[in-house]
């Protein structure tokens, strides 16, 4: 299976997306990493690399039988695209779940104390801090393809979890 989660920086999809690759013993991709690799390696101007290497990593998984879990903003009906076609050219099965935070203070309180938290710093990579993230915000289109929302607005990572977990195993409604 692929579980791709997606949504805005901050909104809790790396502790998700850790949470369920860990649990369910799957391949964890997070383009921050790639992205943050490519950077330290010299490259400049990243924008598609990321995601093109991961494309190809999760192929190469999902085609060993293994399940893969992704970690991405995946904030363009390109992308979203690309890995749908990712699971049409394996034939896996192919979950969507777009991690949002609904309570804009909340969300800014994680922005900001990633941005303060120098374990969230990479090299030459860094996360949005909240004025950054308005970029994001203005560039993420509409979802036009099926996927699950998870609001991580209230509750602790252990909630989101089990609220995941049941997202997951409902049947998807189209």
Known sequence: ????FSGLPGTGKSTLARQLAQDGRAVYLRVDTVEAALMNAGHTGITVEGYAV???????????????????VNPVAATRDAW???ARQTSTPLVNVEVVCSDTGEHRRRVEA???????????WSPPGWHGLQEYVRNYEPWQTPRRVLDTSAGTPQDHLTALLALLAAPQVL
């Open 114 to 124: 990633r941005w303060e938290d120098p374990e969230q710093h990479t090299g030459k």
């Open 84 to 86: 749908a076609a990712v």
């Open 54 to 72: 991961e494309y190809a990593i999760a192929a190469d998984n999902l085609k060993l039988g293994l399940n893969v879990v992704v970690d991405c």
């Open 1 to 4: 299976m692929l579980i791709v």
